[in-house]
């Protein structure tokens, strides 16, 4: 199984400021056939269900702001939200689809310092 | 209005039986694969299994394969879980989600819509 480890576990940031949340895959998620990294994120705010926010590795929901943003490839990714509002308040889980289980991280825990 | 809703959650005992329901609504059913996601209290997401838009494909995580049977019948626009041998580590709210389809037919993709979810609790 891929397994995926987030760094930080939780992290506070001021409103205005940008928030960086680290996610590393124990193998590659990179498809050679058509260069896609198989690597979504999703935001979790408290008592519901999860978002998808970024597939692809970077690339944006419909509808999702873009000050969220997912960057990386291979084994080592990113989800950077560049002015944190008081509304992107939850937990952030990256997920690998490359190979079943489709394993996801642990969760970041986002707050207002 | 584009939705999941899950129903059959609640309280089992160690070792018995639950059936999960998701009703899917506002979108044609037959044209996605399907997920079940489960969440234990105060941890992460943990993909359980995934189903083939006509049933004919399905994948399970090692530790359900042969306790937890997906299903789905796309008559009644409804996904299944089967959950038998449940155990402690068993209870989490348990998702169904959609298979993205935006890049193609997939079940290698992302899950797009998720329903609210619906408790799961193994206890004596």
């Known amino acids: 199984d891929i397994v995926m480890t987030q760094s930080p576990d939780s992290l506070a940031v001021s409103l205005g400021e940008r928030a960086t949340i680290n996610c590393k895959s124990s193998?590659?998620?990179?498809?050679?056939?058509?260069?896609?990294?198989?690597l979504s994120w999703y935001q979790q705010k408290p008592g519901q269900p999860p978002k998808l926010l970024i597939s692809w590795a970077s690339t944006r929901e419909s509808g999702v702001p873009d000050r969220f943003s997912g960057s990386g490839s291979g084994t080592d990714f990113t989800l950077t939200i560049s002015s944190l509002q008081a509304e992107d308040v939850a937990v952030y889980s990256c997920q690998q689809y490359y190979s079943y289980p489709q394993t996801f991280g642990q969760g970041t825990k986002v707050e207002i310092k | 209005e584009v939705q999941l809703v899950e129903s059959g959650g609640g309280l089992v005992q160690p070792g018995g039986s639950l059936r999960l329901s998701c009703a899917a609504s506002g979108f044609t059913f037959s044209n996605y694969w399907m997920s079940w996601v489960r969440q234990a209290p105060g941890k992460g997401l943990e993909w359980l299994a995934n189903i083939k838009e006509d049933g004919s494909d399905k994948n399970y995580m090692d530790s359900v394969k042969g306790r937890f049977t997906i299903s789905r019948d796309n008559a009644k626009t409804s996904l299944y879980l089967q959950m038998n041998s449940l155990r402690a580590e068993d209870t989490a709210v348990y998702y169904c989600?959609?298979?993205?389809?935006?890049?193609?037919?997939?079940?290698?993709?992302?899950?797009?819509?998720w329903g609210q979810g619906t408790l799961v609790t193994v206890s004596s």
């Open positions: 989600a959609r298979v993205d389809r935006s890049s193609g037919d997939s079940g290698y993709r992302s899950l797009d819509l």
């Open positions: 193998q590659s998620v990179l498809h050679t056939s058509n260069k896609k990294n198989y």
